[in-house]
């Protein structure tokens, strides 16, 4: 008789272990893929934290969120995340951004959420959530303000000081401007276009053009071409797609039209 009493024990407990683990399996499923949490966990009065509320599961769903107002909590804004499919699974999220208004633990309790799902719609409800606000240190709390630092006595200049440096500054600046001045000269932009007409002229001359160069003779030398020639050089520049036998017709034309 023990022994059959101590079976029946034995199978009692396996089956209250059974029974157990298919409830809280059953809690978890319950739940249709819902979290709740703060982030971060642990903020100073006045900070801004984010309550998330998001879902995620293999098939669809959708959700609407009903949060109880907390006296330690100042709402400051609310944004909802559309469901969307990612990754072989839906996704929906909402989120809200809070202030806590003093230290301390504060359990976000009694939230619950209206689960729409293929068999219909049902009321979720969710694990409550923990704030920790934590005060602020002495040190921040201190009402003494810094001594500030000692002020030193202005010196006062001679006015004899500012005749010379008066004179200093003006003569750099006149040499700063002739300087410029020299630098400007006319003949300067003479070298400069005789040496891009040199340029222009070996580009017309080469065996080969590149299509940087045909860009830089229409720029530099549109005005003196035919209407025909420079449309056909913008056509051909931007196209997706370079024809070498295109281009160097063009070049041809281009030694016609500038007489290289």
Not at 222 to 228: I, Q, R
Request: net charge negative.
């Amino acid at each position: 008789m023990k022994q059959e009493d101590r079976g029946v024990k034995g199978f009692i407990i396996q089956m209250a272990g059974i029974l157990w683990l298919a409830t809280a399996s059953l809690q978890a499923e319950d739940l249709g893929g819902l979290s709740i949490n703060f982030t971060p966990d642990t903020a100073r009065p006045g900070d801004l934290v984010t309550l998330w509320v998001q879902m995620n599961r293999e098939d669809y769903a959708e959700f609407k969120l009903e949060v109880p107002s907390h006296p330690q909590l100042h709402l400051v804004a609310r944004e909802q995340i559309a469901p969307a499919h990612v990754n072989g699974q839906y996704y929906q999220g909402e989120r809200l951004m809070l202030q806590p208004l003093s230290s301390g633990e504060i359990t976000l309790t009694d939230v619950a959420v209206e689960l729409t799902e293929a068999s219909g719609a049902r009321s979720v409800s969710l694990p409550a959530a923990t704030l920790t606000v934590e005060p602020f240190e002495a040190d921040d709390e201190a009402a003494t303000p810094e001594a500030l630092p000692e002020t030193t006595p202005a010196k006062v200049l001679s006015p004899s000081i500012f005749i010379p440096l008066f004179c200093m500054v003006a003569g750099a600046f006149v040499l700063i401007l002739l300087i410029r001045l020299k630098m400007n000269l006319p003949v300067d932009s003479e070298i400069s276009e005789a040496e891009g007409a040199r340029n222009f002229d070996s580009i017309l001359r080469a065996a080969t053009i590149t299509n940087e160069d045909l860009e830089a003779l229409l720029n530099h030398k549109g005005d003196e071409l035919s209407e025909t020639l420079r449309s056909d050089l913008e056509i051909y520049l931007y196209a997706p797609e370079e024809d070498e036998a295109k281009r160097q017709a063009l070049h041809q034309r281009l030694r016609e039209e500038l007489d290289a």
